[in-house]
């Protein structure tokens, strides 16, 4: 065990800090937090009730808000045998609309309201707080910022993107969108290290049939450039931290786009269609209205049973989980699962299928939580030493008040590598994942430009410690 000064910190701070990685599994399990669209429902088609209204037509919506629209399952991927095993769903929440959906950093849920409201649930009682968004706004799909300070959501497609303050509600502002309109915006780390007021966005109806470009943020007025035109896929948006890829769902299509090569001009990889499996789906999807529906009301008028089947056909938002396995949601409430470890192309994957069938999970299924990345489920956040979901100048000055003591007497959370000991270990946890978290007030701790920050609060450990700096 080696003893180091806090007068010295300088010296060790130029020394890279190693991390290990976790090795990819085979087997696959998968907590999935999903929406349903139960709640903006039903319409009168002559003398039939459905349940759902045919995408387009859009009047004279009922909604029923004694159906849970927020659930979550347990997922099991079996790489020996190729099958997919889905659990029992889990109630999770009723909230009036549910689209988007995402964890905030502090575990909370995020969904998208599908009209000019942004939901944040709890998890564990289903409770809900609601945030307005400004008049023109609508909330569908949802993208976390890299800050993890705020949410983006936008209609689909719309010329409107509203930014919404994760102290919720407490600041939320509406953006225009000049150029192409926007369904979901995504980030990608190549394109934020050329320029962080960048991102990559989708462009297409619920049809899933759009636009691919880039997102300039850097003003009031939001400009949209589209770099891939009517692309079947082009709706929802994943970045692929496994291949250094953008993940594209809609239609039905899986696009997966090279943004490492030259993120200001992305080329479309590897594409995997997906038209006979999905075509596949319309006689499942009659049968599974009409043994499982929950609406009484609802007549066994095949036709229109057919029609919804034709219009549900379609993937919605998709996920990744960094470990080249992909899962998304089809409105008839089937789930597409593959797994393209073996040569991290999607185009080549292995696809899940039940009976020759894409997996059922629910009626109505429409949106999936990201499974990795910004609004995947939040960890434990390392270097978060006083636990306010930040990292920064107290949790740096817990280790330098504590330094070179050994534990006890020294603090407890002084000591995150767990070896007794305030050291080095702690000090590289704390610094490695510096500004990282939510800032507990609006106003974010700075990255320190020198070492001089350290050196100083090196010093006051010193003087605590009855030491000279």
């Not at 969108?177 to 915006?185: A, E, F, L, P, Y």
Request: aromatic content about 6%.
């Amino acid at each position: 065990m080696s003893y180091l000064h806090p007068s010295r910190l300088l010296c060790v701070l130029s020394v890279p800090l190693l991390f290990s990685s976790t090795a990819i599994a085979d087997d696959v399990s998968i907590d999935l937090s999903y929406t349903r669209f139960i709640n903006r429902l039903s319409e009168n088609v002559g003398t039939v009730t459905v349940p759902f209204p045919p995408f387009g037509s859009g009047s004279g919506f009922i909604v029923d808000q004694t159906v849970p629209n927020v659930r979550s399952v347990a997922l099991d991927w079996n790489d020996a045998t190729d099958t997919l095993t889905i659990g029992t769903p889990s109630d999770i929440a009723t909230t009036p609309g549910a689209d988007g959906i995402l964890y905030a950093p502090d575990g909370d849920l995020l969904i998208g309201g599908q009209t000019t409201e942004v939901h944040k649930v709890d998890p564990s009682d289903g409770s809900f707080i609601t945030a307005a968004l400004p008049a023109g706004s609508e909330s569908f799909h949802l993208a976390m910022d890299p800050g993890l300070a705020k949410v983006w959501t936008s209609d689909q497609p719309d010329g409107q993107i509203a930014e919404v303050s994760l102290n919720f509600g407490s600041t939320i502002v509406s953006h225009p969108v000049n150029g192409d309109t926007v369904t979901q915006i995504g980030f990608a780390p190549q394109l934020t290290a050329l320029n962080p007021d960048l991102a990559y966005y989708t462009n297409s109806d619920r049809d899933g049939v759009g636009n691919f470009g880039i997102l300039d943020m850097s003003s009031g007025t939001f400009v949209a450039t589209p770099k891939l035109i009517g692309q079947a896929g082009a709706h929802s948006y994943a970045y692929d931290s496994a291949t250094g890829d953008v993940i594209l769902f809609g239609d039905n299509r899986i696009l997966q786009i090279d943004v490492t090569t030259d993120p200001l001009n992305p080329t479309i990889k590897s594409t995997r269609d997906l038209t006979a499996e999905l075509s596949a789906l319309t006689n499942e999807l009659i049968l599974d209205i009409q043994v499982t529906s929950p609406f009484s009301t609802l007549q066994q008028d095949v036709e229109v049973a057919s029609l919804i089947g034709l219009e549900l056909r379609v993937m919605d938002q998709g996920s990744v989980d960094g470990n080249k396995h992909l899962v998304a949601a089809v409105n008839s409430g089937h789930l597409v699962f593959i797994d393209y470890s073996a040569t991290g192309l999607v185009a080549s994957g292995t696809l899940a299928l039940d009976g020759g069938l894409l997996p059922f999970l629910d009626l109505y299924l429409d949106d999936i939580v990201p499974l990795s990345g910004f609004g995947s489920i939040p960890v434990s956040l390392e270097g978060d030493l006083n636990g306010d979901g930040f990292v920064g100048i107290d949790d740096l000055g817990i280790v330098l008040a504590n330094w070179n003591q050994n534990v006890p007497p020294g603090d407890p959370l002084a000591d995150p590598s767990g070896d007794g000991f305030v050291g080095i270990d702690d000090l590289g946890e704390v610094l490695g994942n510096w500004n990282a978290g939510t800032p507990p007030s609006q106003n974010a701790v700075p990255e320190p430009a020198s070492m001089t920050l350290l050196i100083a609060a090196a010093c006051v450990a010193s003087r605590r410690n009855r030491q000279v700096c």
